[in-house]
């Protein structure tokens, strides 16, 4: 299957600082990305959809201004968690399809702890 | 709205057999996956149904029926490493991912 690469795995910051997750499709081209954020012991939750070349799609209740996606190309998207607090730490994961109707293949998450 | 509903958690036995059912309401139908999550890890592929009827793969079939809004994962021949949690993700009309809150299975030997 495809593969999702997502950089880093973990991550401790301190509060007030930004982060930077990195998702690349190692061998297709996503014209669309997702990235999820998961709770302990709780489904996926949708953040946003990130479109290549085009500003990314928010869910409900996400503050866009807090967590900024960017799709510069079709092999890369990147969240960034800004001014990071602790109630930010949580399991972030992003997703690619080949195309519409197929599967998701998941990146490896990244685990987020803000001190 | 959209809904998708699955048993929180499910017991069984090392060797056994286990159906995980998963029921949906959804905007549309564009295909049923059940994904495997282990704890701390991102899920992994299991299997798609977007036809009725029963799909295998080895250890794992997936049964369908769009008009009952119903699916199943079925594991047969439980293994220790098959405890994770297993979550039923339906895509609607718009082809976005709906996700159910996820089976937690635990296997004892």
């Known amino acids: 299957g495809a593969v999702v690469s997502q950089h880093p795995s973990w991550v401790i910051c301190k509060s007030g600082t930004s982060v930077k997750i990195e998702c690349r499709s190692l061998?297709?081209?996503?014209?669309?990305m997702f990235w999820y954020r998961q709770f302990p012991k709780q489904s996926l939750m949708l953040m946003a959809t990130s479109n290549e070349g085009s500003k990314a799609t928010y869910e409900q209740g996400v503050e866009k201004d807090k967590f900024l996606i960017n799709h510069a190309s079709l092999t890369l998207s990147t969240l960034t968690v800004t001014s990071a607090h602790p109630e930010d730490s949580s399991f972030y994961i992003c997703s690619a399809s080949l195309s519409e109707g197929t599967e998701a293949f998941f990146g490896q998450g990244t685990r987020l702890t803000v001190v | 709205g959209q809904n998708i509903d699955q048993p929180t958690e499910m017991t069984a036995t090392e060797g056994a057999i286990v159906q995980i059912n998963c029921t949906y309401q959804?905007?549309?139908?564009?295909?049923l996956f059940w994904y495997q999550q282990h704890a701390g890890e991102a899920p992994t592929f299991l299997s798609y149904n977007v036809l009725d009827g029963l799909e295998e793969k080895g250890r794992f079939s997936s049964f369908l029926s769009r008009s009952k809004g119903y699916s199943y994962l079925l594991l047969k021949e439980l293994q220790m490493k098959d405890s994770a949690s297993y979550l039923c993700a339906v895509k609607d009309s718009n082809y976005q991912l709906i996700w159910g809150a996820g089976t937690k299975l635990i296997i004892k030997p």
């Open positions: 061998d297709f081209q996503a014209t669309t």
């Open positions: 959804t905007s549309g139908f564009n295909g």
